[in-house]
């Protein structure tokens, strides 16, 4: 049968995501060392585990209320006070949702209308886009620059804001970059929402992995935000915990009570062994997600230095778990530069341009991975360099 046709246009004219081109390269090839996938490489910590398979023990799989267990709404409520210094009604403003992933799509199918515009910083997370698009959206994104740190600057976000422009999507620290805002800038931009009467969705699935001294400021907790903001957060990266599948979405009830609606009906509940483990993961797991973050603190000194010393400019991003080398002098392209490493070296990185124009002479490199394969990686990577 022919499907062209079949499938609807809003689908059928969203690219497959760049890094999965890039990984069916991978496929196959053996003892490749992959700083490809932005994922933790540590199991979710025991005692968390552990909750999970006791909620199974106790016979709790039935469905959950379309918010989630009040429980861990309720712990929820604390941790976002204690490390946001915001606080939400467990009751009527906190949604648990299948990801961050899950939380995104809700936001934006939420807010809007065919033809609004949502501005987003670019290089970014790869699913934003098509996101925006599949909501029917109109996306328009604001590049951020190496000279910058890849921070956002309240100017060129200015300069993008239209009458159109309905929601302004943040995501610091940056996946691919590991950007930080600073706290001025930061503020700008929160005062450029209120001039604008622009609803923000802040992602702060990195908040917690942070490398510099600073502490982690949401736009969600400045001034006149928090009734314009949806602060998304989940458990898949600071606990390691990407296959629970578990995030949550926090804003004022009317915001929440729109993408419930959506939730209820695409998803019903997250899994409840999940949240159980959620729970957990808030009451108890403070050490071991301090002791993940040392590490990668680590990995990321290692990784930033290797590469410097190889001749690759490579700032030390503040946050997340990416380098994002600038491989510019190279006069490769970012895709050749990935495809050749890979064929020459058995490295896989994915090629900067995956994350939107702005990531193009970049590499993306996920430090998430052993001290000992990032050892052979950057090895490795310096002989590719010396064959060029
Ligand atoms: N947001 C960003 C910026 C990410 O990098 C990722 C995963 O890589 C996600 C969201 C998806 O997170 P989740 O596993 O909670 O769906």
């Known amino acids: 049968m022919d499907y062209t046709g079949k499938i609807s246009r809003q689908v059928a004219g969203i690219p497959r995501s760049g890094i999965r081109d890039f ?26 585990r552990e909750a999970a398979i006791y909620s199974l023990e106790k016979g709790h799989t039935s469905y959950t209320s379309n918010l989630g267990l009040m429980s861990l709404r309720k712990e929820i409520n604390r941790y976002v006070n204690d490390f946001f210094h915001v606080d939400y009604d467990p009751a009527s403003e906190i949604l648990i949702t299948v990801g961050v992933s ?7 199918r939420a807010l809007i209308d065919p033809g609004d515009e949502v501005i987003y910083h670019t290089p970014c997370y790869v699913s934003y886009l098509p996101s925006i698009r599949l909501a029917y959206g109109v996306g328009v994104d604001v590049p951020t620059a190496k000279r910058d740190d890849f921070a956002l600057k309240a100017e060129m976000l200015e300069a993008a804001i ?10 610091f620290p940056t996946n691919p970059t590991g950007a930080v805002m600073p706290d001025d800038e930061l503020k700008k931009i929160a005062a450029l929402c209120i001039k604008h009467d622009l609803i923000v969705i802040t992602d702060e699935i990195y908040s917690e992995l942070r490398y510099d001294e600073e502490e982690h400021l949401s736009i969600a907790s400045l001034p006149g935000m928090r009734e314009r ?30 993408m419930m609606k959506i939730h209820q009906y695409a998803m019903l509940c997250a899994p409840i ?22 590490s990668y603190h680590h990995r990321r000194d290692f990784t930033v230095k290797r590469l410097n010393e190889m001749g690759i400019d490579c700032h030390a991003p503040g946050g997340a778990f990416y380098v994002f080398p600038d491989i510019r002098p190279t006069g490769l392209s970012s895709k050749d530069f990935a495809t050749k490493l890979l064929e020459a070296e058995n490295v896989a990185a994915v090629p900067g341009d995956a994350f939107g124009s702005a990531g193009e002479g970049f590499l993306r490199c996920c430090y998430a991975t052993s001290f000992d394969e990032l050892k052979i990686a950057m ?10």
């Not at 239209?162 to 995501?171: C, D, F, G, I, S």
Request: net charge negative.
């Open 162 to 171: 239209t009458p159109k422009t309905r929601v302004l999507m943040l995501n």
């Open 23 to 48: 990984f069916e390269l991978v496929q196959g090839r053996d003892d490749v060392i992959s700083l490809g996938v932005g994922e933790p490489d540590f199991a979710t910590p025991w005692h968390i």
């Open 102 to 108: 899950e939380a995104i799509d809700l936001a934006l």
């Open 229 to 258: 903001t949806i602060l998304l957060h989940g458990f898949s990266k600071a606990y390691s915990m990407t296959g629970f599948r578990l995030g949550y979405a926090c804003a004022p009830a009317p915001l929440i009570e729109a």
């Open 273 to 294: 062994t999940s949240q159980a483990a959620a729970l957990e993961a808030l009451q108890n797991g403070d050490a071991a997600m301090n002791e993940m973050r040392e």
């Open 379 to 388: 090895s490795r990577m310096e002989r590719f360099l010396g064959s060029l």
